[in-house]
């Protein structure tokens, strides 16, 4: 099974609106931690934000936010107010508490292209 | 500042013909691994390394060889490159263990085999 699940390979959004990036996860682990990166085109891989399990609130940096829901082992990423330089590629990722090597496990990406 | 730098950024070569793409870290991180990403998988690690000399396997490390002889440096070595292993290379560091820290990634390695 994946074990983190990225639903929406491609999406549209308006300049100046908000957006959802859908990610599920699989995990037994009661300890582990969620992240979301951003490559654009130039392909960099971009830290955006993390949720701990045992994280009592939703994480926020800026314009982004993560909703995270535990019971159904949910971490979508909302960022607000869209920008033009938002148009990327999103990963979601988990790494598990028992997971060697720091690994971070990777959903598939959605890409976001943001119109004017 | 802070970086993990890798060479070269663009590489197209023949099947069977050995390469070295280099890595290097400037953070004094315990952690350095190699993922590879391809469309619509993701990254998948391929290798990675908890200290001078401790190296492991990852998820997908067929064809694939690494070293880790200095702390700041990770080199991927690909002894005889196929044409399935053309991708986007990325170095990657990070701090001690545990389910936080974030991963440091390098800007990534084209790579194209014929």
């Known amino acids: 099974a994946q074990k983190i699940t990225q639903t929406q390979p491609g999406m549209f959004v308006q300049e100046k609106e908000a957006v959802t990036l859908d990610c599920t996860y699989d995990?037994?682990?009661?300890?582990?931690?969620l992240f979301w990166y951003k490559q654009p085109s130039s392909g960099e891989m971009i830290f955006l934000i993390y949720q701990g399990s045992y994280d009592q609130q939703n994480a926020t940096e800026g314009r982004y936010s993560l909703n995270f829901q535990k019971a159904r082992k949910s971490a979508n990423l909302v960022i607000s107010a869209s920008q033009l330089g938002d148009s990327a590629m999103y990963f979601c990722?988990?790494?598990?508490?028992?997971?060697?090597?720091?690994?971070?496990?990777f959903g598939g990406g959605t890409r976001v292209l943001v119109k004017p | 500042e802070a970086q993990v730098t890798q060479n070269p950024r663009y590489l197209i070569t023949v099947t069977g013909k050995k390469l070295t793409v280099t890595c290097s870290q400037n953070m004094n991180h315990e952690y350095m691994s190699w993922y590879r990403q391809d469309p619509g998988l993701g990254l998948r690690q391929i290798y990675y390394s908890m200290n001078v000399e401790v190296t492991d396997k990852g998820d997908v490390p067929e064809g694939y060889k690494v070293s880790r002889k200095e702390k700041r440096n990770f080199p991927l070595i690909l002894e005889s490159p196929s044409p399935n292993q053309t991708s986007l290379y990325f170095c990657?560091?990070?701090?001690?263990?545990?389910?936080?820290?974030?991963?440091?990634f390098g800007e990534g390695s084209r790579l194209t085999v014929l």
């Open positions: 990657a560091s990070s701090s001690a263990g545990g389910i936080t820290g974030e991963l440091f």
């Open positions: 995990t037994s682990d009661p300890s582990y931690g």
């Open positions: 990722a988990m790494r598990e508490g028992l997971a060697a090597g720091n690994k971070l496990t």
